[in-house]
């Protein structure tokens, strides 16, 4: 079966994760039921309320109903999340789903399968150093923006918005040295005229005077299959009861979510984000809620997926397309669904 080819930059990062899986081997990881459920270890590549449904799952004790014993990891980044699952440090990684690809199309034999799709909108916003009226996306051309790292979601929906919007990416001067978890402190230390950021990160620089959010990604982009579960394709087979278990755990999350406020969706996530106080994470939520951030279902769609090559297509890291049937699976949140 052929598989695509990286550009540059991308392929370097492959080749770093492969450097780590020689080391570190690729032993698996069998999960077996103990006392207070089934030991499962979740890599999440950051933590962000943008990820709310996941934690009601965790505080509303939906895995623990599910015989579930979660560990919760954050691995400040998907290469590092996407390390975890094929080192088998992780049984679980949570992240974007172009990670997925890029290890596929790399040649991993045990590549890593999407199993369960959390987010369908964009969740970072354009912040501007100075409060800006009437906000339009050719602002942009000839100005400094710390987009994250290439190869990443963040950057890629960030130049696809700027080629929907008739604006050549090579017009702006897009800064792709800093991981997105960085940017928000480089921008606060006075690089970049605007920043691309997700919360809190965007609310505190609001908060703090030092940046105001102008747009919002996920509004702009439009719907675009952001994060999603997945597994080595080896832990799928053994393990497709604790999968699925998982999976109904989530669409539990993501029912509460459909069907309460976002004063209740952040009253009960507050325990995952004790530094952030109450009336900002209701602003925080509101603002995901109300652009239709999370889907209602977990069930990773081939147009979803068609889309997401379009980005990585137009981005330039991927040349030759990958199988759906392949890198998705829809089986568990389907069944979670009924």
Known sequence: MKRGTLKKATAICLAALMTVLCATGCGEKESTPKEGGTKVVLNEVAHSIFYAPMYVAIEEGYFKEEGIDLTLVTGFGADKTMTAVLTGEADIGFMGCESTIYTYTGGTEDYAVNFAQLTQRAGNFLVAREPVEDFSWDMLIGKNVLGGRAGGM?????????????????????????????????????????????????????????????????????YVPYTSFSAKKSYLEKNGAIIQSFTNALQKGMDYV????????????????????????????????????????????????????????DSGVLTERVPYGDLVTTTYAEEASK
């Open 154 to 222: 963040p950057e890629m929906v960030f130049e696809y918005i700027l080629t929907k919007n008739g604006i050549d990416p090579a017009q702006v001067n897009i800064d792709q040295s800093i991981d997105f978890g960085s940017t928000a402190a480089a921008f606060s230390g006075g690089q970049g005229d605007f920043t691309v950021e997700f919360e809190p990160h965007a609310t505190s620089l609001e908060q703090k005077g030092e940046g105001y959010v102008v747009a919002s990604l996920g509004r702009d982009s439009g």
């Open 258 to 313: 459909r069907d309460h406020s976002p004063e209740d969706i952040a009253k009960a996530i507050s325990p995952q984000f004790p530094e952030t106080d109450m009336e900002t994470l209701t602003k925080i939520v509101e603002r995901y809620h109300e652009q239709d951030t999370w889907k209602e279902n977990l069930i990773f769609e081939e147009d979803s997926f068609t889309l997401l090559q379009n980005i990585l297509e």
